[in-house]
């Protein structure tokens, strides 16, 4: 579903995507090139009156049923500085533009939340319907840049890859893997958390250790290019008091080009026994080119649409990013044995009625109410109250209260 939004296609990206438009919204789509576009569709899902503007050369690659009005790519038939006004992660802000338009502002990243919930960088949402290891996030393309002989720059082609693992009843996530294969066939530093302890471990050489604060940098070819910086979130002002058993942190993914550089920021939040939840926030919309996996802006080829609640939501099974064993990704013993004990439940959870659902949304609401007095409300109000409670309610139903608490506690790292 989208707001009023500006969605730039370019380099044979947007094609085949279906584009759904609820309560009056508005879309302008820019078709670079005389390949972009292909077989893409524009729905007025709600009927509500919904419009559709097009430029450049590939408009007439659009299949409908919408129509398209043609624009010029000067023009803002939607308005002017939609991604700023709005501060919407809704906002498409990068689909493989040379020179992309830096949303930052307003994407408030990409999220593995409850049962999975999956938010990309450019804000679509859909629920994973797969269990196993699969690739949440890979950046690669981009060199970092390191002092080399005789004065001259060494480039180090960077390869950072985050896995995570789905399992057990409600195909919660587990686990989350960090790896470096950076100019590398293996993988060689590695952090590790399962929810077993919710604890962060690292491999820099052979062995697995604890940490909690560390900076764990990366070396390749007998130079430093890159770091993860691992710090505990702890203290914080307005810290929300439910959540006391919880175990937060964050990881900072550096690298070195023109000294040193934040890639992206990966907050976790994770309950000990049950399960964790996770948001990534990359420095630069400018660079979401350079990312692979179920938080991308592209290369989704399995969402399938639906009805969930009355409203139209996205499934996948996410083939495409399916991964192998956890040893073999890079990750410790200990983990790989905790994930795989974890109980096989179905793919699908069983919607709950009557007093159940009454309870379970009344914990949301609960949550939701925290959350807002712990962050910022006007930046929550653009998370769509209503899709938190119905993703929300039905984990809580299955999983208890500790989805919504995980849930609530990211809506607040922006």
């Not at 043609?70 to 020179?99: V, Y």
């Not at 919930?117 to 319907?129: C, E, K, N, P, Q």
């Not at 180090?156 to 195909?171: K, N, W």
Request: charged letters at 20%.
């Amino acid at each position: 579903t989208a707001g009023h939004v500006e969605l730039q296609c370019a380099f044979n990206t947007c094609g085949n995507s279906v584009i759904s438009l609820s309560g009056s919204s508005c879309i302008h789509i820019k078709c670079e090139d005389s390949v972009s576009c292909g077989g893409m569709s524009v729905l007025d899902a709600d009927s509500s009156g919904s419009v559709c503007f097009c430029s450049g050369t590939g408009c007439g690659n659009l299949v409908g049923p919408l129509t398209c009005q043609p624009s010029l790519p000067t023009e803002n038939p939607c308005g002017a500085n939609i991604c700023k006004e709005d501060r919407s992660p809704r906002a498409f802000c990068d689909r493989g533009l040379r020179t992309p338009p830096d949303c930052s502002e307003c994407a408030s990243g990409g999220a593995v939340i409850g049962d999975p919930h999956i938010t990309t960088l450019d804000g679509r949402r859909y629920t994973m319907l797969q269990q196993g290891n699969f690739l949440l996030w890979g950046f690669s393309g981009l060199d970092a840049e390191v002092p080399g002989a005789h004065g001259q720059m060494k480039r180090i082609p960077l390869d950072f890859r985050i896995y995570t693992h789905y399992s057990g009843h409600a195909s919660f996530t587990k686990g989350i893997l960090l790896v470096d294969r950076s100019g590398a066939a293996a993988p060689r530093q590695a952090l590790e958390i399962t929810s077993s302890d919710c604890a962060w471990q690292t491999k820099s050489t052979d062995s697995w250790r604890g940490t909690e604060t560390e900076l764990l940098t990366l070396h390749a070819e007998g130079a430093s290019f890159g770091a993860f910086n691992v710090t505990a979130v702890k203290g914080q002002k307005n810290q929300r008091q439910d959540l006391e058993r919880m175990e937060r942190s964050e990881v900072q993914l550096l690298m070195r080009q023109n000294g040193w550089t934040r890639i992206a920021q990966l907050r976790v939040t994770c309950k000990p026994g049950h399960h964790l939840a996770a948001k990534l926030k990359m420095s630069s919309a400018a660079q979401n080119r350079f990312v692979t996996g179920e938080l991308a802006p592209s290369g989704h080829s399995t969402l399938v649409a639906g009805l969930k609640g009355g409203r139209l939501a996205f499934a996948a099974k996410d083939t495409e990013f399916a991964a192998d064993g956890w040893r073999d990704l890079g990750g410790s013993q200990e983990a790989a044995m905790y994930l795989a004990s974890g109980a096989e439940g179905s793919e699908f959870l069983l919607p709950c009625k009557g007093p159940e659902e009454t309870a379970a949304l009344a914990i949301c609401q609960k949550h939701w109410a925290l959350a807002k007095v712990a962050g910022d409300p006007s930046v929550l109000e653009v998370e769509q109250k209503a899709n938190f409670l119905a993703d929300y309610t039905l984990d809580v139903c299955a999983g208890g209260e500790t989805a919504a608490q995980l849930a609530a506690d990211l809506l607040t790292f922006q």
